[in-house]
């Protein structure tokens, strides 16, 4: 038996004790997700355009990450349109910035790795570059959103009268609360894929000056950003949407009184 399929199996295990049905759900979703990717990979080593890759595969993750959280429809359904917005502002800001920061592609210290290997793979690095930073997000972007509209939600079913201005100031203390934790996960999972490349740094004797401009440190911390900054802009996308929400319902409510 292989470790993977070992950790596997516990991972089910685990994952059907606490969660129950939910669980076994999201165990599901997990290799679903990754199904998505590797057909990702393979259209984009087909020549398939990578930006309709992009968008159409990380609209899939979006929605099994989100529909595997097992909430109710209007949950569900928020959490969703935020991700997908929160998605789109995330490629505006990564198009440019991939290009000023010139991050993709291999840096030096990979170039022992890949003697002897051709790099003729006809991609353009660049294209690879923005579709692999973009997918770094959408986990903590469908966790911030979920938890969020989670939260929202229930608020809501306990006060459905709740005016706008409570419902934006109790969401931004329960969302500030929720994205404290994200912002911890993902920055400590930046550590920890970071630990190795900083022992890399310091046994080649680098400057700080190296270290800002080596190519694997400017990816990894630009990755770190798009992430924080797409658990951040998740809030006010949210609680926007809530307030659309609420409009929409109270509209609804006076026309069937009429």
Known sequence: MSVLLMLSIILFVLMLVVGGVKGIGAFISLWISFAILVVMMLLISFQFNPFWVLLIGGSCLLTVTVLSAGADER???????????????????????????????????????LEGLSLAINIDFGTLGIVAALLATLGAIAEAS???????????????????????????????????????????????????????????????????????????????LYALLGVLLTLPVTIGIFLLYQKRQKHHTSGEKL
């Open 75 to 113: 949950t569900t359904t928020i959490a969703l349109i935020a991700s997908f917005l929160v998605m789109i502002m995330l490629l505006i800001v990564i198009l440019p910035t991939e290009h000023l920061a010139i991050a993709q592609g291999f840096a030096e210290e990979n170039s022992e790795d």
């Open 146 to 224: 979920v938890a969020i509209t989670t939260g929202v939600g229930e608020l809501l079913n306990e006060r459905p009268n709740i005016s706008n201005r409570d419902l934006i100031d109790v969401s931004q203390v329960l969302g500030k609360q929720i994205i404290g934790t994200a912002v911890n996960t993902v920055l400590f999972g930046f550590l920890a894929d970071f630990l190795s490349l900083a022992v890399l740094f310091g046994k080649l004797q680098y400057t700080f000056g190296e270290i800002i401009n080596a190519k694997l440190f400017t990816s990894s911390m630009l990755s770190l």
